[in-house]
C-alpha cells in the first residue's frame, strides 16, 4: 500500500494543448446535429474550451488534497469517515468514465469508510496484459483490497461496468458484502427470461431497449472485437477521443455536464494513455462472459432513467429477477453517470439505505 500524488508534466499537457489546436476537421450534413454522431459546432466549442480555457493545475491541485493510494497496480481514493468509525463502502465507476465522478460525492459520504478504485485499464490504474479482466477478475481484486484494507464487512456501489463488478462483490462474498447499491442495469447481466413470462410493461422496456441498440449500440459492437483498432485513433488525436467520448457523455446524461468537468475526464484519460485499455472491458466481458443466478445480498436500485436519448425505465419486478431489491428509488432527473450528474441524490439514496442496514 503506497501512497500516491498525481503529477503531470507540462510538456505533456502542451503538447496536448498543441495538438488540439491543429486538428483537420471533418464537414457535417447541414442540419443533421447529432444523428450521424457527435454534432461539429458542439465538438468545436468544447475543444476550444480545452485548449484555450481549461486548466488541469486547479484540479490535480484539488484531486491531490485527497488521500490516494496504489495496491498491486490498482489507484484508489480512500476518506476515512469523519467519526473513525464509518461503515466501509466502495465506489466503482464505469466507462467512459473514472473517478472524478465520485469527487463531489465525497463530503456527502462522511459517516461512511469510503474507498474509489479505478478499474483497471483506467487512469492510474494499468490494466493486466491479459485477457478475462472481466466483471468477476475485478470483482475479486476488489474484495482482496478491501480485505487488505482491514474490512471484513463493507457495502459497495457502482453503475456501468461498476454495477457488474459491485454484482459480482454480491454474488461471490455474500458473506462480506453487506449490501450494493445500483443506478444502472448492467446489459450483461440482465435476467433470462421467455416472451410468454413477461409482463406487458416489461415488453415495453425491452421494446425501447432494442430501439436503443439499433441507433445507440455501435460503439459496444467495435469495443467488444476489435478495441485494439479504434484505439490506435483515440489514442493519437484529443480531438477524436473529445468526440467519442463526448457523444456518449452528451446522449446517456439528462443534461451534459459543465465543459471543465468533461476536459478533465478527457484530460485524464488522454494523459495516461488509458482510452484503449478501458475499451478491453467489453471485449472480457464478451468472450470471457460471467452471469450471476440470483443475488440475494440486499439491494438497493436508483432508478436515473432521463437520458438525452432515452433507453427506457427498468421496471422493478425486471430488475427483481436477478436481485434481492429492498429499496427501488425512481428520481426525477439525472441519467447514466448519475453519481456524476445528480451526486447529492445518489448519495442521499445511498445513505438512506445502508443506514437501514446497519
Known amino acids: 500500500m503506497k501512497p500516491f500524488q498525481i503529477h503531470i508534466a507540462d510538456e505533456m499537457l502542451d503538447d496536448l494543448r498543441a495538438r488540439l489546436r491543429r486538428s483537420r476537421w471533418p464537414d457535417q450534413v447541414p442540419g443533421i446535429g447529432w444523428e450521424q454522431g457527435t454534432e461539429l459546432d458542439w465538438l468545436r466549442h468544447l475543444v476550444s474550451y480545452w485548449a484555450d480555457e481549461f486548466d488541469w493545475r486547479p484540479w490535480q491541485k484539488r484531486l491531490n488534497a485527497l488521500d490516494h493510494f496504489t495496491w498491486q497496480d490498482i489507484h484508489f481514493v480512500r476518506q476515512r469517515a469523519t467519526s473513525g468509525k464509518g461503515m466501509p463502502l466502495i465506489l466503482t465507476h464505469g466507462w467512459p468514465s473514472s473517478f472524478l465522478d465520485y469527487v463531489e460525492m465525497l463530503p456527502m459520504l462522511r459517516d461512511f469508510d469510503v474507498v474509489i478504485p479505478s478499474l483497471p485499464g483506467y487512469g492510474f490504474s494499468p490494466r493486466p496484459p491479459k485477457v478475462g479482466v472481466n466483471y468477476r477478475y475485478v470483482a475479486e481484486r476488489w474484495h482482496q483490497l478491501m480485505s487488505e484494507l482491514g474490512y471484513s464487512r463493507y457495502a459497495a456501489s457502482g453503475y456501468d461496468f461498476g454495477a457488474g463488478v459491485t454484482t459480482f462483490l454480491a454474488f461471490d462474498h455474500l458473506e462480506s458484502v453487506i449490501g450494493i447499491h445500483l443506478t444502472t442495469l448492467e446489459s450483461d447481466l440482465t435476467p433470462t427470461v421467455d416472451d410468454a413470462e413477461l409482463s406487458d410493461i416489461e415488453r415495453s422496456y ?5 430501439r436503443w441498440d439499433e441507433t445507440e449500440r455501435g460503439y459496444s459492437a467495435i469495443q467488444s472485437t476489435k478495441p485494439q483498432t479504434v484505439g490506435y485513433g483515440l489514442n493519437d488525436s484529443p480531438v477524436g477521443l473529445a468526440a467519442y467520448l463526448g457523444e456518449k457523455w452528451h446522449s446517456w446524461s439528462d443534461v451534459t455536464p459543465p465543459n471543465d468537468f468533461l476536459c478533465a475526464t478527457l484530460t485524464l484519460y488522454w494523459v495516461t494513455q488509458t482510452i484503449t485499455s478501458s475499451m478491453r472491458d467489453y471485449w472480457d466481458n464478451r468472450w470471457h462472459p460471467v452471469k450471476p443466478t440470483y443475488v440475494n445480498t440486499p439491494t438497493a436500485f436508483g432508478v436515473f432513467a432521463h437520458q438525452t436519448v432515452p433507453e427506457g425505465e427498468p421496471p422493478r ?17 439525472g441519467g447514466h453517470f448519475a453519481p456524476a450528474e445528480q451526486p447529492a441524490a445518489v448519495a442521499q439514496d445511498m445513505t438512506a439505505f445502508f443506514h437501514d442496514l446497519s
Open 206 to 210: 425491452l421494446a425501447m431497449t432494442r
Open 317 to 333: 419486478s425486471y430488475v427483481e429477477r436477478v436481485y434481492n431489491i429492498q429499496r427501488w428509488t425512481v428520481f426525477p432527473r
